[in-house]
Structure formats: structure tokens, C-alpha cells
């Protein structure tokens, strides 16, 4: 395996001057986010749009009549909710179904390494009463992918969002369903292109930029992954998701979302249980709990970015009232940059590399703009609490 150092400041296009937000804890090294003259980012900007200038009863007709264009009555499905049992797509899915009579097909594209808690999320929701179809592509394309997606994008995670981008639109097509039902624009709320804040849909041809980092599925023969084995994660054909009407909403443009209050939901109506330990490398419980592998994910974004998951957790938390930004700042420094040690053995072998590999391949991607070598190992030169140590606080 040959290690080359990586230019994650080019591929991103990431400021080399680092900025926080004033109100939150992210920076501005978060792809496609935007601070303005205030020094306040894009993300906490759009939520003073979501409480103060959206008329939600008006967004709530506006679901109510695609509902009405959707729903079909004749037994068969008419919305594709992307679900892995989680408390966002759940929350989607009752949703849809209970409030708006709809009739969901709730799809599930599998986790590389399923964990017992999110198995058991995803069971109890399909109890609660869901048709669910579960995506389960060839484990060990999968796993080769993981690999080469660790090294060539840092971030092992990647074969994973192909299939959960791509999945759900191929249900729509062969079910004959008009309409897919996301939770949140990732992009609007937690800080990127806004182009999509007050429109409801989102267009396929973002995807590749937005959730691919530029390289589609099939850039992967350059590697040696056959088409036939990369098909699973493959788009459809445009044009039979065109001639099929397929088209993309989230349901945060016509609800105002909050993650913690779909937590307080989904516990109550789809049988949702938290974790007992937080996830490594944040302070939650709830979020993001079905795969072993994903703690890597996180962390490779701490180290390409500076952006760990409590960075992202405390600044959406500080963003909907829930938390002050001390103690978001308070809890980036204590775990933002935590490495995820619980699953790591099984995640090398799941990569079938070795840990000197993955120490090397973390330092390929660590921009020089954001990390020192010292004596003591790496260490940010910009972080969020350096200006708390400022104060003499
Ligand atoms: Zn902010």
C-alpha cells in the first residue's frame, strides 16, 4: 500500500485562515459552509430563518397537498422513507403514515457492521408497524471498498453512503413511487450549500458533489472493483428515475427539525431505545448508533477538517436552545478529537490493514494549516476552547 500525503485544502477548498462561529462551535473548515461579515455561520443563520421568518402552518399545507398529489389508495406504496430505525427516518416514517395517511415503504440500506443496538432500533420500528426492505450488498466488495475508500478519501464510511444515497431511488423506480421522504438537508442545517434552504427538493446531480466528495461510484474500477460488483451501490439510470417522476424531499423544509425532539418521539411511539454509553468521540447517546464502523468516519472528519462529532453534536444542540455555547465548547475539548478505540481492532481487520497503515494513512490527510507535530504527538493549532484559554477563563 503506498501512502501519499493528500491535498485535503485543495480537494475542499477549505480556508487556510480557520474561523469559529461566534454562536456555535463550527468552523469554517466545514465544507461549503459560509460565515458572514458577523461571524456567524450559514448553519445558525438558517436556524433564526427557522424560528423567526418560516410560517411552519403554511409549510405544513404545502405537506398536506403533496400528500394529496402522492397518496395513492389502491394499496399500494406511495412515499419511499429512507430508515435504519434510527430516530430521524423513524421519525419520518410515523410521521407520514399516522399524521398525513400515507402509505410507506421504509427502506433500509445495511450498515457495513451492524450493531446490536441499531439491529434492535430497526426491529422495534418494523414492530411498530412498518413494511421495511433491507439493501444487503456482497460483504466482500463492501469491505474492498471500505479499504480503498480509507485510503483514497479518507473515510471508510463511503461505500456505505453510496448505498444509502442510491438505494432508496432504486425502490422508488421499481415500486413505482413517486416521492422519497428524507428527515434534514444536511447541507441547509448543519452548514454548506444553501441553495436548497427554502426549496423542499433535492436535485441528483448534487449528490456526486455533495455526498460522493466528487468521485462517483464507478470512479472505483480504477481500482479494480468490476461494475457488476459495484452495481449494488450504483445510481439508477437517470432517465428511468426521470420517466419514473421520482423526486427528492426533506420533510425538515416543512417541519422545523430537531433531533432531540424526534429522540423524545421515536421513544415514545416507534420503540426506540438509546444507547447505555455515549458514542465515542461525542457526549450523545442517540445519534448515529448502527454501525461499529462509523466511528471512523467521525474521526477521519476530526482529522482532515478539525471537525470531530461533538464539534457537529454541540453545534446543532447550541443551535436549537438546548445547550450554551460554553458548554458546547467545554465538550469539544473534552471529546471532539477522542479516538475511537472500542471498535478499532475490528475495524482494521475489517479493512484487512494494518494499525501502522491506518496511523499513516491518518497523517495523509491531516491539512498543514490545522496540525503540529509535537513532542507530545499531533495537536490542532486552532481550536474552538483556545479562545476560552484566552480569556484566562
Ligand atoms: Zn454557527
Request: proline share 5%; aromatic share 12%; charged share 30%.
Amino acid at each position: 500500500m503506498i501512502i501519499t500525503k493528500k491535498d485535503v485544502t485543495g480537494q475542499y477548498n477549505l480556508p487556510l485562515e480557520v474561523k469559529f462561529c461566534r454562536r456555535c462551535t463550527m468552523s469554517n473548515q466545514r465544507p461549503r459552509i459560509h460565515f458572514d461579515e458577523q461571524g456567524i455561520c450559514s448553519a445558525c443563520r438558517f436556524s433564526d430563518v427557522k424560528r423567526s421568518k418560516i410560517d411552519w402552518s403554511e409549510r405544513e399545507r404545502e405537506l398536506r397537498d403533496l400528500c394529496d398529489r402522492n397518496r395513492k389508495n389502491n394499496g399500494e406504496y406511495d412515499v419511499i422513507v429512507p430508515c435504519s430505525g434510527g430516530k430521524d427516518g423513524s421519525f419520518v416514517a410515523h410521521q407520514l403514515k399516522f399524521e398525513f395517511g400515507m402509505n410507506p415503504l421504509t427502506v433500509t440500506w445495511a450498515p457495513l457492521q451492524a450493531t446490536e443496538i441499531g439491529r434492535r432500533n430497526l426491529d422495534a420500528f418494523i414492530q411498530s408497524g412498518f413494511d421495511n426492505i433491507l439493501g444487503t450488498p456482497n460483504g466482500a466488495v463492501t469491505r474492498k471498498l471500505a479499504r480503498l475508500a480509507t485510503q483514497h478519501m479518507g473515510d471508510p464510511f463511503q461505500p456505505f453512503i453510496y448505498g444509502q444515497t442510491n438505494f432508496p431511488l432504486h425502490m422508488a423506480v421499481k415500486h413505482n413511487v413517486q416521492l422519497v421522504m428524507y428527515g434534514e438537508n444536511g447541507e441547509v442545517e448543519y452548514g454548506g450549500d444553501m441553495k436548497n434552504a427554502f426549496r423542499p427538493t433535492r436535485d441528483l446531480e448534487d449528490h456526486d458533489k455533495h455526498y460522493f466528495s466528487g468521485l462517483p461510484v464507478e470512479f472505483w474500477t480504477e481500482h479494480g472493483v468490476s461494475l457488476a460488483d459495484l452495481k449494488p451501490f450504483s445510481a439508477p439510470n437517470p432517465e428511468q428515475v426521470r420517466s419514473n417522476k421520482t423526486e427528492i424531499h426533506f420533510l425538515g423544509y416543512y417541519k422545523s427539525w430537531d433531533p432531540q425532539e424526534n429522540y423524545y418521539y421515536c421513544r415514545e411511539h416507534t420503540g426506540f431505545t438509546p444507547n447505555t454509553e455515549r458514542s465515542e468521540g461525542t457526549y450523545s447517546k442517540y445519534a448515529s448508533l448502527d454501525d461499529r464502523i462509523d466511528g471512523f468516519h467521525y474521526y477521519l472528519g476530526f482529522i482532515k477538517f478539525g471537525i470531530g462529532r461533538t464539534t457537529s453534536d454541540a453545534s446543532h444542540e447550541i443551535r436549537d436552545g438546548k445547550i450554551e455555547r460554553e458548554e458546547g465548547i467545554a465538550l469539544v475539548r473534552r471529546y471532539d478529537g477522542e479516538f475511537p478505540e472500542r471498535y478499532y481492532k475490528e475495524f482494521l481487520e475489517y479493512c484487512d490493514i494494518t494499525d501502522e497503515q491506518f496511523r499513516e494513512i491518518l497523517d495523509s490527510w491531516r491539512p498543514d494549516h490545522l496540525w503540529r507535530k509535537t513532542s507530545n504527538g499531533w495537536e490542532l493549532k486552532h481550536a474552538v476552547w483556545h479562545e476560552i484559554d484566552a480569556l484566562g477563563t
